[in-house]
């Protein structure tokens, strides 16, 4: 009996209704988690003189940062529309639920569902003059590694890739691949950007993969300049 309710709870879950519901709690707990957080900034000038040249950009940061970069997604986007790209998946639902309402434009999409479709729109939006935000080793990892595909788009649509690091005073730690970052009700957060970073149409393969490597470096020595939670698991 035991068993037999277990399953019809699993199936429920699963089934189209029951993520909808499941995502909509989930996005409403985020949502409200994410604005509790007190956020401090560092290097945020960096950011502000490509507002100041008009000059759309794309937020580049790791997947087990994104509680704090929908955070601050849901603030940036007074300033200028953002596309972010999430996963076809059930867990991607939850992560587009709360991403929309808090007034992003969410492209669903990854390298083994439509991927070469929702990599087309996203281009459409930063060619449009949106900026964008993307987990640059999402959504499946392996974790911190930069995927090819976020230098490849950044390219394609010239738009410049800002590496940012995020971290929290007090948080949980889970066991997902990316070793996702929760934050503790209040706490206190920092975010640190760096220079932004241009990749020229006529790079080499050879220069891209450079790219890539370079950028996650980038990414690594910001978490290290994070005045807590900089540790690298």
Same mark, same amino acid.
């Given at each position: =009996? ?18 909808? %519901? ?28 490509? /507002? ?8 580049? /940061?790791?997947?087990?940062?994104? %509680? ?16 972010? =790209? ?16 808090? &007034? ?41 590694? $930069?995927?090819? &595909? ?5 390219? =394609?649509?010239?738009?410049? $890739? $800002?590496?940012?690091?995020?971290? /929290? ?65």
């Amino acid at each position: =009996m035991a068993k037999r309710k277990k399953s019809l709870f699993r199936k429920v879950r699963r089934s189209e209704w029951g993520t909808r %519901i499941t995502s909509k709690f989930m996005s409403g707990g985020i949502k409200w988690l994410s604005g509790t957080l007190k956020v401090d900034w560092i290097d945020r000038e960096i950011m502000e003189d490509l /507002y100041a040249r008009d000059q759309n950009f794309i937020f580049g /940061y790791w997947h087990s940062d994104l %509680i704090l970069a929908t955070r601050i997604g849901s603030e940036e986007v007074k300033r200028r529309p953002i596309a972010v =790209m999430a996963s076809p998946s059930r867990d991607g639902a939850m992560i587009a639920e709360n991403m929309a309402s808090q &007034g992003l434009v969410v492209v669903r999409g990854s390298s083994g569902r439509d991927g070469a479709n929702a990599f087309r729109h996203f281009a459409k939006h930063l060619r449009e003059g949106m900026n964008g935000s993307m987990a640059v080793d999402g959504p499946k990892g392996p974790r911190e590694e $930069v995927k090819v &595909g976020a230098i490849r788009l950044a390219q =394609m649509t010239q738009t410049p $890739v $800002v590496p940012f690091a995020l971290g /929290y005073k007090k948080r949980w730690m889970t066991r997902s691949w990316d070793h996702l970052r929760i934050p503790h009700p209040y706490t206190q957060a920092t975010a640190i950007c760096g220079e932004p970073f241009f990749f020229p149409r006529d790079m080499s393969t050879e220069e891209i993969e450079q790219g890539t490597k370079e950028f996650g470096r980038a990414l690594m020595e910001l978490r290290r300049r994070l005045p807590y939670d900089n540790i690298l698991e």
